[in-house]
């Protein structure tokens, strides 16, 4: 039974012999067992991850991306690019997602007008030039939302489908949209998002406490409302990871006393105000950052802690949920290549996570 299973698994790990040309026969029979590893549960995405040379390894589960040649001259921030003034409103035939700030950047064209044959890359070096998102932060949001719809990194997809279930992102309780069991969820509720601005109104400080509070409000207001939503370990995690997003992005410690402007521009617009004041100069919302903010939220009540199906409260409990073990970060670190990146702090962020 043992030697039955140990073949089986064997075979499961055997690459087709044209992938073995040019390619050791003994280093091709030393890596089997490691490919048929990853077959088994837990243990398998452990040593996926672990592997400093997974590329190399003729396992039937790699992808090799197919990648375009990194650009002359890596993404920068120009406060005078055109695209900030040149923004267009969405059309019938235009896709968006749940995502304010995705459509935003597709009303400005740091993505798509249409919103249509966007990849991973578009995404990355647009946070990076319109909201000053470090790229390994987008990165790893949009490689979560790939691996879970079981897409390769490389794929092309419509901003609506990003909040499609396969996706694993969009969530219950949001701060300006409808649970997506109760309608269209690509366009502002004016019901849910006037439940959060009465509490960012009353803030002195625009900060995790802050978006805290908002998040208590949204959830009390949306189960009376809709007595099937759900606040569960997604909702809890991939929210506190888009509060510290945006606080990285608009919050005050970023943009002091015109915070609440920028955000209602990106909320209720969809778009990035005229003049420089929201346009970004540098990275602010680092993946650090991002992580402190997410778990500064959730710390402002145990409320937002414990879900419908577990407790969410630590910087591990959020990493396990939005992506956690399940990401090739090698791959990550090509696609950042790819992008033009040469930002070192992203490359060790990313070697710092393989560790964790």
Not at 80 to 98: A, E, I, L, W
Not at 197 to 208: E, H, K, P, S
Not at 294 to 320: C, F, I, Y
Request: glycine fraction near 6%; charged fraction near 25%.
């Amino acid at each position: 039974m043992k030697l039955a299973l140990f073949a089986t698994l064997f075979a499961l790990g055997t690459a087709s012999p044209a992938t073995i040309r040019a390619y050791d026969l003994i280093d091709w029979f030393r890596d089997q067992p490691y490919c048929a590893l990853h077959k088994i549960p837990f243990l398998g995405s452990l040593v996926k991850q672990s592997a400093t040379r997974s590329r190399d390894k003729q396992c039937w589960w790699y992808h090799p991306l197919k990648l375009p040649r990194p650009p002359k001259h890596p993404p920068r921030f120009d406060a005078n690019d055109p695209r900030f003034d040149n923004f267009h409103r969405r059309r019938p035939t235009d896709s968006r997602c749940s995502c304010p700030a995705l459509n935003t950047l597709a009303n400005h064209g740091f993505l798509p007008y249409n919103g249509k044959r966007i990849t991973m890359i578009d995404v990355i070096v647009a946070c990076f030039e319109g909201f000053g998102v470090s790229p390994e932060t987008s990165a790893l949001i949009m490689a979560d939302g790939l691996v879970e719809s079981k897409r390769f990194l490389d794929s092309v997809f419509d901003l609506e489908e990003i909040q499609s279930e396969p996706f694993g992102i969009e969530h219950d309780c949001s701060f300006s949209r409808k649970d997506s069991s109760q309608g269209d969820i690509t366009t502002l509720d004016p019901d849910a998002w006037r439940v959060t601005l009465n509490v960012i109104r009353g803030c002195t400080r625009i900060d995790a406490e802050c978006f805290g509070r908002a998040r208590i409000a949204r959830i009390k207001a949306e189960r009376r409302r809709n007595p099937r939503t759900k606040y569960n370990k997604d909702a809890a995690a991939y929210g506190s990871a888009e509060v510290g997003m945006l606080l990285g992005v608009y919050g005050t410690s970023v943009r002091g006393a015109i915070a609440e402007y920028c955000i209602r521009h990106l909320f209720e617009q969809e778009r990035i105000p005229r003049g420089r004041a929201c346009r970004p100069t540098r990275i602010t919302s680092k993946f650090d950052v991002v992580m402190q903010f997410a778990v500064s939220t959730l710390k402002v009540d145990p409320m937002l802690q414990w879900t419908s199906n577990g407790l969410v409260k630590t910087r591990h409990d959020v990493l396990e949920i939005t992506g956690g073990g399940r990401i090739a970060l090698w791959d990550v670190r090509e696609i950042l290549i790819a992008a033009g990146f040469k930002d070192k702090d992203a490359f060790r962020t990313l070697e710092r996570l393989v560790r964790e």
